[in-house]
């Protein structure tokens, strides 16, 4: 039986290509109990394998978190078959808006300890007693309230671009710090406050409202879907918009506008901008936000030194970064001493 890839990415794009055929990039996650990750895994892999499912999924005893390519004339079967495990039964599937037909090339289904990287080594509560999900609608009513917290659990470069009005945008780099800093802010407030999140797709806010409950906290809502899902509701309904600005999202778009406002600024002169790049040195690759202008006038880069290498023959760029080659994997994104107007 086979459990692994046996084309590389190479063969799988000419197959892709030859077949003509028009697929649909979906995602989709679940926290539930799984009693044997590595059986759900091979059980996975061989439907999915089938059915010319690609993609990349985790499993863990927490749960299962998929990004996938499926055959729209597959599209039935695949989920046929979803619905027929149990705790999958009617999983709300997220559609990408745009379609790529090459968004993946393999199908790699793995184990791993958590769903998501979230730093959480809190074994003692239950991820699936989780915070009540509202659609936008409610969600709207709900963040008028006087009583309501309303919170984003993104990262600051992810909020600093676009964010709910009102919302609280804790300054932090990792999922972690935001948990932490939440609940030293609301300690007094566990049971007369509604507390509201908000992420990107709504994988993380499902985690830190079972979170949030285990420590507490009577009134827990989240946006479910999150800003991806409250964006295509209000167009569906005609609601209105009470997002900011741009949805960062981490593909090579980096952000989809949902408002006309720009509600940050180029961090290297400042004025009105919500474009996101990484730094042209290879070496540095340093997420920040950047004007037309600076770009130019930057040759695409963070500093006069990074403009400096990036300006050297790429044989001699990469001497310089023998031995470093892990620098550009350092968790670097968006801060730096060279970036005068970021906040
Ligand atoms: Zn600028
Ligand atoms: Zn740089």
Known sequence: MQLYNTLSAKEREQLIEEAGKDRLTISFYKYAHIGNPEILRNHLFIAWNEMDVLGRIYVAYEGVNAQLSVPAENFETFKTHLDSITFLENVRLNIAVEQDNKSFLKLKVKVRNKI??????DDTFDVTDKGVHVGAERFNEL?????TVLVDMRNHYESEIGHFKNAVTPDVD???DSLDIIEEDLKEH????KLVMYCTGGIRCEKASAYYKHKGFKNVFQLEGGIIEYTRQVKAEGLENKFLGKNFVFDHRRGERISEDVISSCHQCGKPCDTHVNCANEACHLLFIQCEDCAKAMDNCCSTECQDVHALPYEEQKRLRKGKHASNKIFKKGRSEVLKYKK
């Open 116 to 121: 998501v990287a979230d730093g959480l080594n």
């Open 143 to 147: 963040i008028e309230d006087p009583d």
């Open 190 to 193: 566990k049971e007369d406050k």
């Open 174 to 176: 990792t999922f972690r």
